[in-house]
């Protein structure tokens, strides 16, 4: 089975943290529906028509899709692609975007599960990362998916944000466990090159993230989330039991999945490629009839070992040896020894980062990374 990930390029507004590929110009979303669209047909027997097992809406901001447009899109996906009945379908939406109407068409096209990017509760720092929506469109928007009857749903959190402090922190991490919000993501405040916050930072404007700060608050999201009975299976992800996000899960279990629009990307098991990050060269390529440039990286054994070993030891799941061939498996057995006990324990054959190890784990996984000959 197979994951599919339909990038929706546009946004409201641009946060300042955000380096991911969109645009604040809406006037093209009929050219890229109709391109899309154009793509899954183009695309359908890429994956020998594997049965689809989830479907994940990102961007950008898919909750600005209107209603014509999604049913234009969930009707190709279905008489294109062959959709397990059970498959995971996720929609991000902010929370500017919530309405009773809008919540109920969701239902009708089998989205079964929402992605609420809140971010935070606190007023000072919506405004310092600017979100275009304010913390009582969260806490309505927290109400309204409720009543609506989705029971599967996830809410974003950012830490690590200037001018919060551990309380504040706190107080964001209780509004959604007190509401039993069953997935819970959590993400440390990072600088990407070219956006709006490094340049702020490189001119003095906004203090940079403070990594004593940022740690402390990752600290405390582990301590409380597993307090209430949270498992913590990824390092940014959290769910309640039985709860875990199946389509994220694909990821960092290494399973194929297929990315439509503009910069999505999608692997193979041998191969990982990605779609133009420009909106323009996308929907002129596919109204077109071709399919739009993309980039293409030929994975050898050792990009494929040191991605198995990136991925699982963010997750409950762990690494196994036994998943190796040699001379990667010696070699991993040998070079892990040095992070034993403090950074790594084994337990029944398999290798986990402790809660101190979790907050070097990109480090810790690149000293394990094998080299190619």
């Not at 991911?20 to 890429?46: C, Y």
């Not at 194929?256 to 002129?284: C, D, F, I, Q």
Request: proline share 5%; hydrophobic share 35%; charged share 20%.
């Amino acid at each position: 089975m197979i994951a599919i990930y339909i990038h929706v390029p546009f946004c409201k507004q641009a946060c300042h943290y955000c380096n991911f590929h969109f645009s604040t110009n809406q006037s093209g979303k009929p050219l890229f529906v109709k391109a899309l669209l154009k793509e899954m047909s183009l695309r359908k027997d890429e994956f020998q028509n594997q049965p689809v097992a989830s479907i994940y809406f990102g961007g950008g901001t898919p909750s600005l899709l209107n209603k014509s447009e999604l049913e234009e899109i969930f009707y190709h996906l279905n008489t294109t692609f062959d959709i397990s009945s059970s498959a995971e379908i996720t929609l991000e939406a902010n929370p500017d975007d919530i309405n009773t109407s809008l919540l109920q068409v969701w239902r009708n096209l089998s989205i079964n599960r929402i992605s609420l990017g809140i971010q935070s509760f606190q007023p000072h720092a919506l405004t310092w990362m600017n979100r275009a929506h304010n913390n009582q469109d969260a806490l309505n928007a927290l109400r309204l998916i409720a009543e609506a009857g989705f029971d599967n749903m996830t809410a974003d959190l950012i830490y690590g944000v200037p001018g919060v402090s551990d309380d504040q922190w706190m107080s964001d991490i209780l509004a959604l466990t007190d509401r039993k919000i069953p997935h819970i993501s959590a993400y440390c405040l990072t600088v990407e090159d070219e956006t709006a916050l490094a340049h702020f930072v490189k001119k003095g404007t906004s203090p940079p993230v403070q990594e004593e700060q940022a740690n402390r608050q990752f600290d405390l999201l582990i301590k409380i989330l597993t307090e209430k009975g949270y498992q913590h299976y990824e390092i940014s992800n959290f769910a309640l039991p039985g709860m875990e996000a199946n389509h994220n899960s694909s990821y960092w279990l290494g399973r194929h999945y297929m990315g439509l629009g503009p910069s999505a990307h999608s692997y193979n098991g041998s191969s990982r490629y990605w779609n133009v990050a420009n909106n323009k060269k996308y929907t002129e390529a596919l109204n077109a009839g071709i399919l739009p440039p993309n980039e293409i990286e030929i994975l050898s054994e050792t990009q494929k070992f040191n991605e198995y070993i990136l991925t699982r030891l963010r997750t409950h799941w762990g690494v196994n040896p036994n998943d190796m061939s040699d001379p990667f498996k010696s070699t991993f057995l040998e070079e892990v020894k040095e992070f034993i006990p403090d950074m790594i324990f084994e337990s029944d054959g398999s290798y986990f980062l402790t809660t101190q190890g979790k907050m070097w784990a990109d480090h810790i996984s690149s000293q394990l990374f094998a080299s190619e000959e």
